[in-house]
């Protein structure tokens, strides 16, 4: 998939991704890529094509070695000589293999066979989004909220890994049949703080590489970009799928780019022609594309804050988003709303992923809807087969809820490897620490809670929570010595975090109320000394 699975044939338009060959090179290309049909590269069958896009042609094939179907990008043959093309084949590859995350497409394998360079990856059953508007119109808030928050969790681990997109359109969004959203196409990514100086990232305009419908300022200027550009392309791309069309629109990249640079877009409402869209929604996509990029989120982790709740009970904030005091109480709700539109839309697995916590801290939601054992719970075999994901791990151990399935979690996708397997392994401590206080084994729970402290790599704020509900569990056992060295550390990360990072108290507060709190020891002079 990525840039041809979920492209079509044709001639180059302003939307399509700048540097593709010459009308006549993609007639030789055409030719050449129907004689891979029915043919074998490398361990792959082609079957058949699947679309193209600026440089390669994608194909759906069979991995004979392991009996699965695959997509395969092959750099075109007219290309294949080129040393530009080359570097950015294998950059591409780079790039995406360097992440592992439910929201990306996995590659498998890069190679070279008979000259011909290959990308063979994750075959999604879906439409790209660019497609599904085509035929379907424009996206529901609901549908929206989806899209954005799936788009969001893709980029913040991109970013986590030193990578921008700098292409983020709808060609390079697939929505899978089950429901799923995964970016594709890294062909145009910026690792870390490495420059690219090929020619294959200059236009014919003299223009950086990228889809000008959907670049920021500062990339179609040739300036540095960040993943906070990669976020105005997002905003950019969420306005064409909520109004049907982009907020900017010229018959060249040069009038494109100097749109985005200068001019400013139809309100979103205005140009969708209803009031179905929160205005919270409007206001975190106006934020998502404001020119100057300090003015922007500042990174894909906050505008998930902003989209889980964390960061919307700040009245300042609010006037960041908005732009204006009117939206505040709107802001307010984004947490409450965004809660409830997951728990419907997005099913257990994303449930569990956005609000496991708070029923790990309250624990009666969560203990008293789990069952007594069952004959098929007691005869299944501890030993835990590896999934092909650590999203997929966790929804396991989900099912599962044992302890063999939590310990699986970072067992076969050691939490050290990259960002989503230390999320997903932090979110499995927790569970298996609240598996044992339903089961009555309330030293296990405190053990579990004591590796999960001394993990050095353990967010703040999950400290502050994993501090809290080792006192409960504590006080429970009787140790009065250890409660007090626990409630201790929890006053002490709850003050350094009231100073330095106000979202995180808040949103602890939300999970144990302050009237709850006292209980901890924390009191309302805490963090104020």
């Known amino acids: 998939m990525s840039e041809g699975q979920n492209g079509s044939p044709g001639q180059p338009s302003p939307d399509q991704s700048v540097g593709s060959p010459p009308p006549a090179s993609q007639s030789a290309a055409s030719q050449s890529a129907a004689s891979l049909i029915g043919t074998r590269l490398a361990g792959y069958l082609i079957l058949s094509r699947l679309g ?3 440089m390669a042609d994608v194909y759906s094939a069979r991995d004979v070695a392991l009996d699965r179907d695959v997509a395969i990008k092959v750099l075109r043959q007219n290309l294949a000589n080129d040393r530009d093309y080359i570097a950015r084949f294998r950059r591409e590859a780079k790039a995406a293999a360097k992440l592992n995350h439910p929201n990306i497409v996995q590659i498998y394998e890069v190679g070279e066979d008979a000259s011909r360079y290959y990308i063979a990856q994750e075959l999604i059953s879906g439409v790209n989004l660019h497609e599904w508007l085509d035929r379907n119109g424009v996206l529901s808030p609901d549908q929206a909220i989806e899209i954005l928050y799936g788009v969001t969790s893709a980029l913040d681990a991109a970013a986590s890994e030193g990578i921008t997109h700098r292409d983020i359109k709808p060609e390079n969004v697939m929505w899978s049949k089950t429901g799923s959203v995964k970016v594709a196409d890294f062909g145009l990514a910026r690792l870390g703080n490495e420059r690219d100086t090929t020619h294959a990232d200059l236009t014919q305009a003299g223009l950086t590489l990228g ?21 105005y392309s997002l905003g950019v791309m969420m306005y064409h799928l909520l ?18 640079v200068n001019e400013t877009p139809v309100p979103l409402d205005r140009a969708r022609g209803n009031k179905d869209v929160p205005e919270w929604l409007i206001a975190i996509i106006a934020k998502l594309m404001r020119k100057d990029p300090k003015d922007r989120f500042q990174s894909p982790a906050e505008l998930l804050e902003a989209l889980t709740g964390d960061a919307m009970d700040q009245r300042t904030h609010a006037k960041q988003f908005a732009g204006a005091a009117s939206a505040t109480a709107h802001l307010q709700r984004i947490a409450d709303t965004q809660r409830r539109l997951r728990s419907r839309k997005r099913m257990q697995a994303v449930a569990i992923m956005l609000v496991p916590l708070l029923f790990v801290v309250l624990g009666a939601a ?55 397997n230390r999320s997903y392994a932090t979110k499995a401590a927790f569970q298996l620490a609240r598996y044992y206080e339903s089961e009555g084994g309330l030293k296990d729970a405190d053990t579990t809670l004591e590796q999960l402290l001394n993990d050095p790599g353990l ?40 100073t330095t990072n106000p979202n995180a108290v808040r949103w602890f507060d939300r999970m144990i109320p302050p009237s709850e709190q006292s209980a901890l020891g924390l009191t309302r002079e805490t963090g104020n000394t």
């Open 366 to 420: 969560v203990v008293a809807q789990v069952q007594r054992p069952t004959v098929a719970k007691m005869l299944r075999p501890d030993v835990v087969p590896q999934a092909d994901s650590v999203e997929a791990q966790f929804l396991d151990a989900v099912h599962r809820n044992d302890v063999a399935g939590w310990n699986a979690v970072a067992k076969y996708f050691p939490p050290a490897e990259n960002a989503a």
């Open 211 to 231: 889809t000008p419908r959907y670049m920021s300022p500062e990339q179609v200027q040739g300036r540095p970009v960040d993943p906070r550009s990669d976020l």
């Open 243 to 260: 109004t049907g069309r982009p907020p900017f629109e010229a018959d060249d990249p040069l009038a494109l780019a100097f749109a985005h």
């Open 459 to 498: 967010g703040r704020k999950y400290r502050l929570l994993a501090w809290a509900w080792r006192v409960r569990i504590l006080q429970a056992i009787g140790r009065p010595e250890a409660v007090n060295e626990a409630k201790r550390q929890l006053e002490a990360v709850y003050a350094d975090l009231k």
């Open 52 to 54: 193209r896009g600026g």
